[in-house]
């Protein structure tokens, strides 16, 4: 098993690009998330979903969109990206249900926008 | 609001000495707590959890006791390693959800 698979590691966008980050996991896991990861702020919450085709709004939406068409993937947008996005994202996956499954997280995508 | 504070960083030690990193949390209901650890270039493992009051986690000789009296969840381990340095996260979820809340973080230096 792969586990969590982010792609890219590393990308650099002016304002105003759009780009979307890559997130796969093969684990069969319902449950997948996107955090970023700032300084002095741990991981904050910006979108999830408990399977395919459902999708819902975390602790910093603003600035990014989801989809999940698939329960393998969940690909995050940028469709204007701000120097306030620069930011380390991470997405991870669970089970669903009763009992607190453990999160898997992936490596990480390290964005600067200038 | 859910939310967790841990104690402000960096924390440098020496090996084998004695680790404790607070950690107190705020939420409503009975939430699970949770240690995750972040080595260099890597993404967050989960080191220990807790789901109610007075279980204590372990694992790799770390230890933390949910104390629901205190709201607290302290990370502890006797006698820390250079292979220990790492950040470390104190978390919190609902009970059976999945959306988990973190701390600031804690990045610990061990040095030989």
């Known amino acids: 098993n792969a586990g969590v698979t982010q792609t890219p590691k590393f990308q650099v966008l002016k304002t105003g690009q759009s780009m979307t980050l890559q997130c796969a996991q093969d684990m069969n896991h319902e449950y997948m998330s996107w955090y970023r990861q700032d300084p002095g702020m741990g991981l904050r919450l910006i979108h999830y979903?408990?399977?395919?085709?459902?999708?819902d709004q975390g602790e910093v939406p603003n600035g990014y969109n989801v989809s999940r068409s698939t329960t393998e993937d969940f690909p995050l947008r940028l469709l204007s990206a701000a120097p306030s996005q620069t930011s380390v994202y991470f997405c991870?996956?669970?089970?669903?249900?009763?009992?607190?499954?453990?999160?898997?997280f992936g490596p990480g995508t390290r964005l600067t926008v200038t | 609001g859910n939310s967790v504070t841990q104690m402000e960083g960096p924390v440098t030690l020496s090996e084998e000495a004695f680790l404790t990193i607070n950690c107190t949390y705020t939420?409503?209901?009975?939430?699970?707590l949770f240690w995750y650890v972040q080595y260099p270039g890597e993404g967050l493992q989960l080191l220990l959890k807790a789901t109610k009051a007075d279980d204590k986690g372990s694992n790799k000789g770390f230890e933390a006791t949910y104390r629901k009296e205190t709201t607290s969840f302290h990370l502890e381990k006797g006698s820390v390693q250079v292979s220990d340095s790492a950040v470390y996260f104190c978390?919190?979820?609902?009970?059976?959800?999945?959306?988990?809340?973190f701390g600031q973080g804690t990045r610990l230096t061990i040095n030989p």
């Open positions: 939420a409503t209901g009975y939430p699970s």
């Open positions: 991870a996956s669970s089970l669903v249900g009763v009992g607190d499954y453990e999160q898997y």
């Open positions: 978390a919190l979820a609902n009970q059976g959800a999945q959306k988990l809340v």
């Open positions: 979903s408990v399977g395919a085709g459902i999708t």
